[in-house]
């Protein structure tokens, strides 16, 4: 085996994490996970986001660029914005029912809510499309992994951003800013739609 077979799958990694990490860097699940990570705990967040960060990258692997034959690009986005509206609502009704409830349903709940609302939002996004469109010229495996790895990366950040600063807003003034970022993200994704 010479030198630039071995280190070829190697560049191919790097530069996968260094492409999905970039292009998710400010995104959407960033920022989702930043509001979320203010109010529930982070490991809840991280483990519903990363669920789906890997369940997704296996399928656009799997799949390719296939999901828009499956689930139309449309019904995609108005479901991620009927999601974030569900957000914003239940952000600014509180969590009083949650109070009730044990940690550990808790827990569950957050990170199932957290799993489902990156499905949605990223299913079909430009790093998903990334992801299958490298998957068809580049070890399927790594690809997936180094996919992965960069959007944990980058949803850690958002956790870590999340608890360090918005999670020091007073609780009003977080739940404002939570419920104005959700319906934000809302409204770009509907904007998307019409222009």
Request: some cysteine; proline content about 2%.
């Amino acid at each position: 085996m010479d030198f630039a077979t071995t280190v070829s799958p190697l560049i191919n990694g790097l530069s996968t994490f260094a492409l999905i990490f970039i292009a998710e860097l400010g995104d959407k699940s960033q920022l989702v996970c930043m509001a979320l990570a203010a109010q529930y705990r982070a490991r809840s967040v991280l483990l519903g986001a990363i669920s789906a960060f890997m369940l997704l990258n296996a399928l656009a692997v799997v799949v390719g660029m296939s999901f828009s034959q499956f689930i139309p690009e449309v019904a995609l986005k108005l479901c991620a914005a009927g999601l974030l509206l569900l957000f914003a609502w239940k952000t600014w009704q509180g969590d009083e029912q949650d109070q009730d409830d044990s940690p550990s349903k808790l827990t569950k709940g957050v990170a199932l809510s957290t799993f489902l609302l990156i499905i949605v939002a990223e299913m079909g996004d430009k790093t998903q499309l990334a992801v299958a469109t490298i998957s068809m010229t580049q070890t399927p495996v790594l690809v997936w992994l180094s996919a992965t790895l960069a959007l944990t990366v980058s949803c850690v950040l958002g956790v870590y951003a999340g608890k360090r600063w918005l999670s020091r807003l007073d609780e009003d003034k977080l739940k404002r800013v939570t419920t104005l970022l959700f319906i934000a993200f809302s409204l770009m994704i509907l904007s998307s739609l019409v222009f």
